[in-house]
């Protein structure tokens, strides 16, 4: 498709256990960012991907949170250890890196509920 | 600390007339400015932005204006329609390329037919 993707769309999981989420930008894209929705809270950032640049991890609420983006383009979320307040919708967006005053564009999410 | 405010959880609208969304921000740093649209179980859908240079811009039904003595901009829908009920974030972020964006709690926007 032309839009993000994000897989799964929902993951429910046991406290303690590890999750994966993925992110697939748009072609072409080489900025990718991934954001938080808490319950009532606005969007949280937590990682942002630049091209070849080392990752800006300077929103990861704690190091049980990681990230990696493989060749320049799919990228998944990893959160081990889960907790109760790791529970929120999780989403991704990405934009062209080239130039001032590029929106960016969102997936729909992987609403993540941990038990 | 807050730096991106939207202060009405919600605003109430009729068909037809304008609606008036408003935010509010603290930064100084911040030049470029957008509006995001969000339906139940889907992600933002970009609006509409305006770079701090300028203090208006316009796209069919919606504006947005920028006041930046006031560290405030609003969005402008009109005539507003059913449709328009969503949830609208305001985003900020300092550009010179791309950089995290800092959202507002969100402002929930029903348009009654």
């Known amino acids: 498709g032309a839009g993000v993707s994000q897989s799964p769309s929902n993951k429910v999981t046991e406290k303690g256990k590890d999750v994966e989420l993925r992110c697939d930008p748009i072609?072409?894209?080489?900025?990718l960012y991934w954001y938080r929705q808490s319950l009532g809270q606005g969007l949280e950032f937590l990682i942002y991907?630049?091209?070849?640049?080392?990752?800006?991890k300077s929103g990861l609420p704690s190091d049980r949170f990681s990230a990696e983006r493989t060749g320049g383009s799919v990228s998944t979320l990893t959160i081990q250890r889960t907790q109760q307040e790791d529970s929120a919708v999780y989403l991704c967006?990405?934009?062209?890196?080239?130039?001032?005053?590029?929106?960016?564009?969102f997936g729909d999410g992987t609403r993540l509920s941990i038990l | 600390d807050q730096q991106v405010k939207q202060n009405s959880p919600s605003l109430s609208v009729q068909e037809g007339r304008i609606s008036i969304l408003n935010c509010d921000y603290t930064?100084?740093?911040?030049?470029?400015f957008l509006w995001y649209k969000k339906y139940p179980a889907e992600g933002p859908t970009f609006l509409i932005s305006?770079?701090?240079?300028?203090d208006k811009n316009e796209d069919g039904r919606f504006t947005v204006f920028l006041n930046k003595s006031a560290k405030h901009l609003s969005l402008h829908i009109v005539p507003s329609q059913p449709g328009d009920s969503a949830v609208y974030f305001c985003?900020?972020?300092?550009?010179?390329?791309?950089?995290?964006?800092?959202f507002g709690k969100g402002t929930r926007l029903s348009v009654i037919a």
């Open positions: 967006a990405s934009s062209f890196l080239t130039g001032a005053n590029q929106p960016q564009h």
């Open positions: 072609s072409g894209h080489t900025a």
């Open positions: 991907f630049q091209g070849n640049s080392a990752p800006d």
């Open positions: 930064n100084s740093m911040f030049d470029y």
């Open positions: 305006i770079s701090s240079i300028k």
């Open positions: 985003a900020a972020s300092v550009t010179r390329g791309n950089t995290p964006l800092v």
